[in-house]
């Protein structure tokens, strides 16, 4: 929700890009997105504690990849494997990132809207 032309502004005194988004767009963003990863903190909390006491955590059942971490963390000597299935859920957040953007790009395109 930043305005676009502060940062068009920032560009035409001789800012780049880069600068205008870390000096302009982030600063002005930083609170919504402080608000939005509490909110997703908490609400993964709920959906963990949800998870394990209903569904359980039976290996190759009901395990997900949250209970997964979980469990190889109360293991001595798994950390890594822990490790390892963070980095993939983190590949896997950013790749439907990835494609949540292309296919709103996509969409708008469709329709006639503008798309930067």
Request: charged residues 15%.
């Amino acid at each position: 929700m930043v305005d676009p032309g502060l940062e068009h502004a920032a560009q035409t005194l001789g800012a780049n890009k880069f600068v205008s988004f870390f000096t302009i767009t982030f600063p002005l963003a930083l609170p919504g997105v402080i608000g939005g990863a509490v909110i997703c903190f908490a609400r993964s909390l709920g959906e963990f504690g949800a998870t394990i006491t209903f569904a359980g955590n039976i290996a190759g059942e009901t395990r997900t990849l949250p209970l997964a971490v979980y469990s190889y963390m109360q293991v001595p000597g798994k950390e890594n494997n822990a490790m390892w299935l963070v980095l993939i859920s983190v590949v896997i957040s950013f790749a439907a990132l990835a494609c949540s953007a292309w296919l709103t790009k996509r969409a708008k395109k469709r329709l006639g809207g503008h798309s930067k």
